[in-house]
């Protein structure tokens, strides 16, 4: 009998395991069972949670925007930028905060000493931030931007010696669009004076240009004509918060006196398109209304010519 079951356990062999090698897989079993009923169902109820609340932080914060925006703009209708960078900002650092209370949480549930971690993540973040001081410097100046309200997404501003509109604001930069297509990216810790044309209310100024030989009053008159006109146009009235006016005689040149004509824009409005309109309907009524268009006179210096005989000298007492 042992000798047939030899050559069988022979064959077969390599189907069975030594007693240690047993020994070990089940043991490297009974670990995953364990770990899987207790640490891994934490890490995955952990993982779990931080996604669902990750979602409910985001829900939350669109919610709150739309209800500031729908009150708000009633009020101040170029806050929608503003709240949209804002909110982005605000969108970030929550999912961020979430994200590392969970990785905090299941480094724990592994066994990792967090207050050693935590305290050592502390030094090398002094470390980096003294090392890094412009980047928190721009962090920190991108925050107080946002929650001041400087600017917002769409204004027309100025900063740093170059002029666009606002595509993008976050902490760190913000990007501005300029009228020739170029695209400047600003380091928030390189904003110091910001002018902003889109603040609020914006005011068109046209510098009208007449020769002398039209009388005053005659100009002060067609540019009242021109100012009813304007108010009534289509494209421009919807923007208008107060009826255009004439300013009146704001320089004397050297071959045109000039007239100021104003329009008070609403908030929000673009003013571009409305100061070009302005400016084709002037030249429409400057032709109608004949009034004339001022022509810089050059004036020339002729020097003496070279080629005249000098005049004789007098005689003198001595002579005669």
């Known amino acids: ?87 982005d900002v605000l969108n970030y650092l929550a999912v961020a905060l979430v994200v590392a209370i969970g990785g905090m949480s299941a480094l724990s549930v592994l066994g990792v000493n967090t207050g050693a971690l935590l305290a050592s993540a502390g030094v090398l973040g002094f470390a980096v931030g003294f090392g890094a001081q412009t980047m928190v410097k721009d962090l920190l100046n991108g925050l107080f931007l946002l929650a001041e309200g400087q600017y917002t997404i769409g204004d027309e501003i100025t900063v740093s010696g170059v002029t666009g509109v606002v595509e993008r604001v976050t902490l760190r930069t913000t990007t501005l669009r300029a009228t020739n297509g170029d695209v400047h990216i600003v380091p928030s810790g390189d904003v110091r004076l910001v002018t902003n044309k889109s603040k609020g209310w914006s005011l068109v100024a046209i510098d009208a240009g007449i020769a002398y030989t039209t009388p005053v009053e005659r100009a002060l008159d067609v540019l009242e004509q021109y100012c009813a006109e304007i108010g009534s146009d289509e494209e421009i009235a919807e923007h208008l918060m107060e009826p255009p006016k004439v300013a009146g005689v704001t320089a004397f040149q050297d071959h ?65």
């Open 1 to 87: 009998m042992n000798a047939l079951w030899t050559p069988l356990r022979i064959r077969f062999g390599a189907l069975t395991l030594p007693d240690a090698e047993r020994s070990r897989m089940q043991r490297i079993g009974d670990t995953l069972s364990r770990f899987a009923r207790d640490d891994g169902l934490r890490l995955l109820l952990i993982t779990l949670g931080t996604v669902i609340v990750v979602r409910l932080v985001r829900y939350a914060l669109y919610r709150v925007q739309r209800r500031l925006e729908k009150t708000r703009l009633a009020v101040r209708p170029g806050e929608a930028g503003r709240l949209t960078a804002l909110f």
């Open 256 to 320: 045109q006196f000039v007239v100021r004509v104003t329009a008070k824009l609403r908030p929000g409005a673009d003013s571009k398109p409305v100061e070009r309109r302005m400016r084709r309907i002037l030249r429409q009524v400057f032709e109608r209304e004949q009034i004339e268009t001022p022509v810089p006179v050059p004036l020339m210096a002729m020097p003496p010519s070279a080629s005249a005989a000098p005049s004789p000298p007098a005689p003198s007492s001595a002579d005669e």
